[in-house]
């Protein structure tokens, strides 16, 4: 299995393509991927891309971080596991156990 990175301040225009021919002259690009925001399709200005290998993740690092692309200043680092988000705020959701849920309103 290879290396997750992730990659910040990306213009909006930026594709998956464009990802894929940025890194692929450090080895091995398995995927790339902008994320893109559900309802209106748009980029969120950040990414993911695996590489092959450890080594080919490290010089992708090494030569694109602070990197300047479309007038802006990349940020790649390895990507941190993916936290669950955890439901609560608003009534029902857990707390304090007064039956308002955690962050509700108290009457």
Known sequence: MGKKLYVGNLAYAVTHTNLEEWFSQYGT??????ITDRD???SKG?????MDTDSQ???AIQGLNEQEHD???????EAKPRVARTTGGGYG????GRGYGGGGRRY
């Open 93 to 96: 959701g857990g707390g304090s």
């Open 29 to 34: 690009v398995q995927s790339a991927q902008v």
């Open 57 to 59: 993740a490290e010089a």
């Open 71 to 77: 007038g802006r200043r990349l940020t790649v680092n």
């Open 40 to 42: 209106t399709g748009r």
């Open 46 to 50: 950040f990414g993911f891309v695996e």
